[in-house]
Nanobody, 128 residues
Framework: QVQLVESGGGLVQAGGSLRLSCAASGRTFITYAMGWFRQAPGKERAIVATVTWSGGTKYYADSVKGRFSISRDNAKNTVYLQMNNLKPEDTAIYYC?????????????????????WGQGTQVTVSS
């Protein structure tokens, strides 16, 4: 069974930073991409950032460009999300997700339905 465990969430003041980590474990699977999604109350789950596992192609939602940075450690099956200059509107539950399979590395998948495995989520709260 695939397990994704997020860590690093918490409470931070506006303008501060947090670093989220997500480690995948359990049964062996082929990773095409790992990404971060977030869901705030009353809103749909939406992409934050994603990175392909082989080529490292990255995508960021417009709302986080220039502030967030996604990175990966393939050997550790771990993906990170460095979040800087946090804003109250970043408050949400952040979910780590894995898209499994063989795909062209140039293709970026940004929909929640494109991903196969999910973590439990970690709360990020940004106060003003």
């Amino acid at each position: 069974q695939v397990q994704l465990v997020e860590s690093g969430g918490g409470l931070v003041q506006a303008g501060g930073s947090l670093r989220l980590s997500c480690a995948a474990s359990g049964r062996t699977f082929i990773t095409y991409a790992m990404g971060w999604f977030r869901q705030a109350p009353g809103k749909e789950r939406a992409i934050v950032a994603t990175v392909t596992w082989s080529g490292g192609t990255k995508y960021y939602a417009d709302s986080v460009k220039g502030r967030f940075s996604i990175s990966r450690d393939n050997a550790k099956n771990t993906v990170y999300l460095q979040m800087n200059n946090l804003k109250p509107e970043d408050t949400a539950i952040y979910y780590c997700a894995v898209k499994s399979g063989y795909y062209s590395d140039s293709v970026v998948y940004t929909g929640a339905r494109d991903y196969d495995y999910w973590g439990q989520g970690t709360q990020v709260t940004v106060s003003s």
